[in-house]
């Protein structure tokens, strides 16, 4: 009863709910130049929640200007890292305190568990904006071991404007934890564009980032669809350096509009096929099978690093799979508003019909279809697809290839380690692979062999702030999360003082 309780509540809290949908820029909210919006969609009902100004390249313009003022006033780049970490310190407080109608604000714009946004989301962000405010006064420029008669300071330096462009799995946490948070503490003006289709929380956290103290222009948020306001800052002569997580598609594109205009430097967070390597000698098979099954089914599956091809070696296959059945059962989709649920709606329409199409290609191409596969609780106007499994699939079947982004599992069966590890790495991904043995040393070399930025073995989507995430091949290069992301975000200057004189 208490949880029907706790779902009416977020449901009432949602019906109260009033919408920022302006752009966030020069320290106020402003409509589009153009006063054209585009419709932002419930996906767990399919009806429009707010009307979102949408950026074109005038309003692009506009916030490059805007940032590049506030930098060059220096009251942001030339503060001291100690004053710099306690705006962003008060950043995070700030987005702590609106936890619940930030949390609120994800759920409904993209359909994920109220559950994880409280959860995982909104804490994320808060921990990543703590996370780098903490680090940035602890960090030490170099001194160059040259010859005696000389000194050679190697020092960081900020960017100047970074762009930001980012998906709609995570998007408060992607935007603000992850990249905002190095970003801003190495001392950058920043503007994100946040997806189209989950700009709530990026718009609404902003105005607090004046309340923390952080000058007017050195934080802007441009909502607009990726071909006008992504592309008019991926090309703007004017950013230094551009930060994005998204599909590999986009990110070919935005590195060609680099090149197309100012060199500006890229770092590509991009997609994945991450293999989940489970071989007969797994510690727990029932460990494995819950890990497997949150590997692809948490956040709808629309997750980068997603374990959606289990490689699996033949005399555990049947127990294993029997095992992941069962946890499909219980994650079926439901009101993403109940704090009950686990699997909440798929992003937008479009979205789903990919994914189903991925479905159909799958039954196509000859893989067997065990569950799912089809629309659920269509009655609701929401776009959900429960757990799907298929069975049989070779690793050149289009399921094995290509990236879903869904709640879709490919399991391969495999003779041995070494053909596991064959299969694995015979992808253009390489984000993140997982393996579960009990044999430490086989543990030791899989991992070895695996082309992955991140290796989990006997567990998976373990983390920490403290761990760099990003993928080998065409999952992208640059790494966000740790110490590393901030050089993304710095010049490295060498100053050369001659003392021999
Ligand atoms: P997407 O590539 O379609 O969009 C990402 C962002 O790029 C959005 O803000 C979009 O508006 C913008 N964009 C689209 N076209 C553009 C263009 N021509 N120029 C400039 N910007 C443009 O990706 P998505 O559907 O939002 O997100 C899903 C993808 O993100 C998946 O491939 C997923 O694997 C990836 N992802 C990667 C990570 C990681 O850390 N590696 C994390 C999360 C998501």
Redesign the pocket.
Known sequence: MADVDSQQQWQARAAALSFANQAFIDGEYVDALSGESFACINPANGQVLTSIASCAAADVDRAVAAARRAFEKGHWSRMSAKDRKVRLQKFASLIERHADELALLETLDMGKPIKYSLAADIPGAVKGLNWYAEVIDKIYDDIAPTRADALALVTREPVGVVGL??????PLY?AYG?KAAPALAAGNAVIV??????PLTAIRAAELSLEAGIPEGIFNVVP????A???????HPDVDCIG????????K??MQ?AGQSNLKRVS?????KSPNIVLADCPDLETAAKAVAFGIFFNQG?????GSRLIVEEAVKDELVERILAWSEKLQPADPLDPATEMGAM?DKN?MNRVLGFVDRGTSEGAALLTGGNRVREETGGYFIPPTVFDGVRNDMTIAQE?I?GPVLAVITCADMDEAVRLANDTVYG?AAEVWTRDITKAHKVARALRA?FVYVNSFDQSDMSTP???YKQ??FGR?KSIHAIDKYCELKTTWIELSG
């Open positions: 462009i980012v998906p709609w799995n995570f992607l992850w564009k946040p997806a189209e289709q989950s607009g669809l990726g071909e306001a992504g592309k008019a800052l991926a090309l994005f997580t998204g599909s590999t598609e986009v990110g594109l935005i509009y590509l967070e991009c997609g994945g629309e997750v980068c690093n997603a992003v979205h990236e982004f984000l930025g995430f990003g993928g999952s992208g966000d």
